[in-house]
Every structure is written in structure tokens, then in C-alpha cells.
């Protein structure tokens, strides 16, 4: 019988403010970095793995907070974990204490999230499947009754979620080879970073086009008369039949992201992604009802189920973008995938950074086969960036995702990552003297 | 010349969770906690001092938090900081690294909240004046200036904000003399925590009516049958002039606070608290609605002033409760002032806790002389308890708080408090065992 002996966490970053092209009208200098969390256990090739994702300052908060919160696990019996992990994502949920601390947003629910991550990382590494492929083995009970419904009931009700996955059994299987043949299609973000030159944008834009790539993305936001150049010179590059989407990352207030669309919709959009702050969801719906039909997207900071089932009900969006490290975990990921099935929102996962790639095809996969009506219209983010230093990392070609077949959620760092990258005593960090 | 030379943060637990008789619905055992800043400067005399108050486990995190927000000040020159703390605010909120984590909320929110009060306490203190005669002394322009408009302004126009302060000038100097003369309305909480048996119930209610107090709140949502019975039993021991509020403290889902509020709404309720989850405004929308004319309150989980205006424009509340420590510091109370004033809202602050009701009293004789159009249903929470541990204690007389006249903000804590508390090394911690 294994029992949890550790939660190790180390405070990764990778020093991308120097070398790396992502730069957005809110976030010009980020130091992609992971709390990493692994889980040890008494079997010593047993080992759970989860992360939080940021961008630099405040990593060290996130490790705190990840190591008090995997606390309580610690001593655990795995088999007891891993058998009734909803049980244990709530035990987590409501300690009474720590919910003070949101509830269930910012650095403590992230934290959350790595912990439960990590126990489902544990449990699909013992039956020897991805992440995805556990989480499909499970009935549409099970699945339903993972989720905490606790206020999310009076928009969708366990018992109809239940009967939308039972709904979604007939021709499964068909999808699951349909994904096994095809994967998922994958977007991208590397043409359209702020602060490249003309020729560089019409150059990667060309490029996405011979990639494979159906959608690319560009930021907007810093100034309306660049993004309307931006946009000229990317359609005039990817012609009429690739999609073209923007980012303004919460750079607009309400009625500044109405105005800025109304100017940018004549690119014909796929959608206008983070137009405010990503709380506001009643101005989500006002932006909505203003620019339609240009569809707004959001999802990478919505903190929580309860802010998605308003942004829901609200017609806030039409593109949710979940992400697999800023909600509470797999079981709060499964939660906005079932009410975005139930409100007939497309979910095409926020990636990128470092590892979210890994981490959200697990659950893009599961969304296609088990959730979705329509798998049709989804798309998972795409940055080609820092995937060598992921254990398993993702493999995509010809603009698609394909599905993962190593054990685990897909969250595990290499040695060598956590040797050079650890901060601030790694091997880069102590000879750039980050530690002075 | 004086120069910010160290951040010294301190994690205060008082042990109340084996002493207290603060249970409700959701917070069963608290141990009334602060992550306390003190930012020390060149002349050893002048301290700024703010906290975050949390109830137990994860005050390490929240601790580290305030020491990697307040990081960025060390060093720098206090009168430039002091003369411009809306800068030091927005460049604080603003750090593209440090706002992915949340953005504007959860722990990394509340520390900058905690920073920009202790700015502010070290400007009021060489001012020598309380925080709220400081703010006092600024201009309506000068004040709607310190707030970050960015995701407001759809809502409320900073122009709109100013106006409505200069039409509040009229009669300002009779409201500051009323507020002298009588102080504001407290209401206490203290008869009606859960698990008091019925008689204790009855003896506190009449003592609370005795001491001056015209509201009294009691705890409600573990069990209808139950909350019934103590209603009446606080019901007729107030007798019909003493108002009566309770508090669900989120234990609700949507529905569930429909129904229950039906069930009781016959005690002639003065409001209903955090009937469900505080980030779900459109469903505080759809309870309000519900329940009316029993008024609905919420606002001491509320994460920031985004989330309070969707509040404001649902109709989600009528009654703002406002907390000292919970969001982004006073720039940020006074834009939910603002907001409230521009609704027509009452704010009824929060406090309780440990250090709370020394912390928002300021922000409620602010708000009584110079923002709200009627101050006569402000209220404010008082709960008698750990208030020798602060440096100025309030003066709560006959049901009522008293203007301070100590320089600051109320949120230095005693040496003698920080020499016991201190977790886990402090007196009281070490000779339990606490850190074994």
C-alpha cells in the first residue's frame, strides 16, 4: 500500500523576458514560470505531477501556496485518493480556513488545482493511461459526480449534465477514432505577437498558412491604427479561407472594446478575445450584444465555474477558452466543459505559456469525444515554445493536435528543467546571478 | 530624507478557534489571523503599518504575498511615494508579472491591498491626522483621481464621480459635526452565532438592545428548522423596534436562498447576507429579485470593484458591505464608495475579525460625511472581541463608533501581540507546540 510521503515544490522560471517573442499589449515582459508540484510516494517510481502556471514575480507566492495546500495529503493513503478524488478535491474546496483566501480564485485555488492535478496525474499513471483516456473510462455519473454543484445547479443540474453525457454515447466510439486519425486542430499565436515588424508578420502568417494552420491570432489593443495595419497585412497574407481571430488581453474598458471592434470587424473576425477585465461578466454580455456578430471569447483568467456560469447565462461569450492551471483543477475544467455543452459554447482551450499545451489536450480530447455536440468548430491553442522541457511533450503536425499516449496528465517537467531553471538557484539563474 | 528600508512582515494567529464563540455555517473554527506589514523607514519613528486579516491556515502565504508586493518599495524615497500613492497603486496592481495572479484578486490582491494602506498610514501619520481626517482633507478631484477608473468608467464616469462629491460638499462641515457629536450606528453580531443554545440567544439579544444597539444580526443556513425557532426566539426578545439581519455566510445555492429567505422573510429581516457564492452576481441578481422587498447584502468576500459594479448594475444588493482588507486598499474602498453613492446602495461595512473594525471605521466616516446621499441607515459591524491587541482600539459607546483620533489607519498592531502571536514562534504558538 503506497501512501503520499511529499509534495516537493520547486519554483521554475525560464528566463523568457530575454529570449522570447510573446509579447501582448498587457504583458510585454513574462518570465514563463511553473510552481511544480510532485507529489512523491512510498513507491519510489510512483510520483504525481501538477503545476501552476504564471509569468515570473510571484512565482514564490504560488509555490507557498501550492505547498500548503498539497499539504493535508501528505501521510494519505494513495489508493484512498486516487479512488475518490472528488472527495478529496472538496475536502480541499472548503477547509474552511484556506477558502478565506478566495473563495475559489487567485493564488490559493490555483494552488488547489496543481494538488488535484497531481492526485489525477498519480491515479492515470497507475492504470498505465493519458490523462484523457482515464477521465473517458469513467460512466457519465461518475464523471457528473466529480464536480462540486454546489452553485452552479440553478443554471445546469447534475441529473441533466448526466443525461447531456448520456446523449453523447451514441457514436462515440466513432469520434474517438475520428480523433485517433485526425487529433484536434490546433491555432496559432506566433505570428501575431506586438512589436514584429511588417515583414516578419506577413512572413510567419505565410508560414502559419503552410503549416497547416486553418485560424492564427493576433494581439491587438496597444493601437488601434497598428491593429488595423496588423490586420490588413495578415488577411492580405492567409487570403479569405484561414480565420483570422484577436487578443486584446482585458486591454479595453467596456465601451473602449465596443469602439475598437466595430473598427476591426471588417477583417472578418473569429473572434475578439479578452476585451476587459475577466470579471466582468455583465460587460462581457454588453460587448457581446454591441459587436455581434463578431463572437467574444474569454477564459484564460476566468477564476472560476461560478464566473463561467454567469458569462454563460449572460451570452457573455461564445468561445470559452478554458485553461488548465488558473481554475481549481480537472473536476472545475469538467464543470465549465459541461455548461458550455449545455449553453452550446464552443470551448477552444487557452495555451502556450509553458506546459499548458501538455496539460489542456487532455481535456480539449475529452471535450470532443464525451461533452461537445459539435466537435467541429473546436480548436486548441498553439505556441511552439518550451515544449523541451516537458517529460512527455505535445506532438503536433500539420496544424493538429494529436492525441497523447503517455501515462499521466501530461504535467511532468524533465530533471533537467528543474536543474537549470529552478529559481533562483538553478544552474542559469545562480549564473545570472538572479539570487544577488 | 526619509527612504522605505525594510518590509517586515509578521503571520499573527490569535488562537481563537479553542477560545472563540465566532461559528457560523461556513466558518466553523477560525483562528482570527493577520499578515501584518510593517514598513519600516529611515527615521525609526515612522512606521507604516497595514495588514490582511484571514482566519487561520494559509496566513504564511498570504504573509509571503505582502513581502513580495511590498518588495518594490524598499529603497524608494517615502514623501514621493506619499505625495502619489495613486501611482504607487497603479504601478503596483499594474506589474504585468505579479497581475497574473489574479488579476484583482485572491491573495496577490489582497497584499497590495495591505501595502497601499500602510502608504497610507505612514502618509496619515506624518500628517499627524487619522485616515479618515486624511482623506478628508483631499479635493473631490484629488480623491476620484487616486481610483483606477480603467473598468469602472462604463459604469460610473470619473467626471460623474467628481460631481457627485462636489454636490456632498453642501452640508459637509453639520454631517462632520454630527459624526463628532454622535458617531455612527454599530450593529453586533454577537447573539447570534450558530451553537448557542436558545437561552444564551435570548439573554445576548436583550443585553444587545440594553447596550444601545438597534441592529442585530444572526447567523442562518445550517438548518431551516432551526433558524426558524431562533428568529423567534431573538424576535421576541428585541421586541418590533430592534431591527434584525441574518447572515448565510455563501452556504446557498440560488434556488436553496429563495426558498429558505421565504421561509423566514416573515421575521421582518432587515437583510440577508452572502446568500450564496460572492462571485456570483447575477445569481445575487436573481435572489434579489426573488426575495424583495427583503433587501439582500454581500461584500465581505467581494474581490474588487469590478465585480461590485456588475453588483451595482444587476441589482444584486442592497446593502455593500465593504471589507477593509479584502481587496486592493482604500483607492479601491473608495471606488466602491463611489459606486454604491452613484446606486443609491447604503454600505454597511464588514468588521469583526481581528483588527477589522479599527481598519474600516475610517472608510465609514468618510463615506457618512462625504460620499452617501443619506447617512442615516449606515450601520457598521462591531464585534467585541481581540481589539486590546491593536495599538488604537476603537471607542465603541452606547451602539456606537466614535470618530478616532490617533494618526493612521488603525492597523498597527501592539508589540505585545506580535511577541505572543507570532506563528509559529510567537510565545503562545511555541509553548503549544505549534511548530512541531
Not at 221 to 249: E, K, S, T
Amino acid at each position: 500500500m503506497a501512501i503520499v510521503t511529499a509534495a516537493e515544490v520547486v519554483d521554475l522560471r525560464f528566463p523568457t523576458s530575454a529570449e522570447l517573442d510573446g509579447s501582448d499589449a498587457m504583458n510585454p515582459d513574462p518570465d514563463y514560470s511553473a510552481a511544480y508540484l510532485r507529489l512523491r510516494t512510498s513507491d519510489s517510481d510512483l510520483v504525481g505531477h501538477g503545476f501552476v502556471f504564471t509569468i515570473g514575480r510571484g512565482n514564490d507566492v504560488q509555490a507557498t501556496a501550492v505547498a500548503t495546500a498539497a499539504e493535508r495529503f501528505i501521510g494519505r493513503d494513495v489508493d484512498g485518493l486516487c479512488g475518490a478524488i472528488g472527495d478529496a478535491a472538496r475536502e480541499l474546496a472548503w477547509d474552511s480556513q484556506l477558502r478565506w483566501l478566495g473563495p475559489d480564485k487567485g493564488v490559493m485555488h490555483m494552488a488547489a488545482g496543481a494538488v488535484i492535478s497531481a492526485l489525477w496525474d498519480l491515479r492515470a499513471r497507475r492504470q498505465g493511461l493519458p490523462l484523457w483516456a482515464a477521465l473517458l473510462e469513467l460512466e457519465p455519473k461518475e464523471l457528473v459526480d466529480l464536480v462540486d454543484w454546489t452553485y452552479l445547479r440553478d443554471d445546469l443540474h447534475p441529473d441533466r449534465a448526466r443525461e447531456l453525457l448520456e446523449e453523447r454515447t451514441a457514436g462515440r466510439a466513432a469520434r474517438l477514432d475520428a480523433r485517433h486519425r485526425d487529433g484536434l486542430a490546433a491555432y496559432t499565436t506566433s505570428p501575431g505577437w506586438l512589436g514584429y515588424d511588417d515583414a516578419k508578420l506577413d512572413r510567419l502568417c505565410r508560414e502559419a498558412v503552410a503549416g497547416g494552420f486553418g485560424l492564427i491570432k493576433l494581439k491587438v489593443g496597444h493601437d488601434l491604427d497598428d491593429d488595423r495595419r496588423r490586420l490588413a497585412i495578415a488577411r492580405a497574407a492567409v487570403g479569405d479561407d484561414v480565420a483570422i481571430a484577436v487578443d486584446a488581453n482585458q486591454r479595453w474598458g467596456v465601451d473602449e472594446a465596443i469602439d475598437a471592434v466595430r473598427e476591426l470587424a471588417s477583417f472578418d473576425l473569429r473572434w475578439v478575445e479578452e476585451p476587459t477585465h475577466p470579471d466582468d461578466v455583465a460587460g462581457h454580455a454588453t460587448i457581446a450584444r454591441a459587436i455581434d456578430p463578431v463572437p467574444v471569447a474569454t477564459g484564460e483568467h476566468l477564476a472560476n465555474a461560478v464566473l463561467a456560469k454567469q458569462l454563460l447565462q449572460l451570452g457573455g461569450a461564445r468561445v470559452l477558452q478554458v485553461d488548465a492551471t488558473r481554475v481549481g483543477g480537472p473536476h472545475e475544467i469538467l464543470a465549465m466543459l459541461l455548461l458550455a455543452a449545455h449553453h452550446g459554447v464552443d470551448v477552444c482551450p487557452h495555451a502556450g505559456g509553458v506546459g499548458l499545451c501538455e496539460l489542456v489536450q487532455h481535456y480539449a480530447f475529452v471535450n470532443a469525444v464525451a461533452i461537445a455536440a459539435d466537435p467541429a468548430p473546436l480548436v486548441v491553442e498553439y505556441v511552439d515554445h518550451l515544449h523541451e522541457h516537458l517529460a512527455a511533450p505535445i506532438d503536433v503536425r500539420d496544424g493538429r493536435y494529436h492525441l497523447p499516449d503517455a501515462p499521466g496528465g501530461g504535467g511532468a517537467f524533465r530533471d533537467e528543467a528543474c536543474a537549470t531553471f529552478a529559481f533562483p538557484d538553478g544552474r542559469h539563474w545562480a549564473s545570472v546571478g538572479a539570487g544577488a
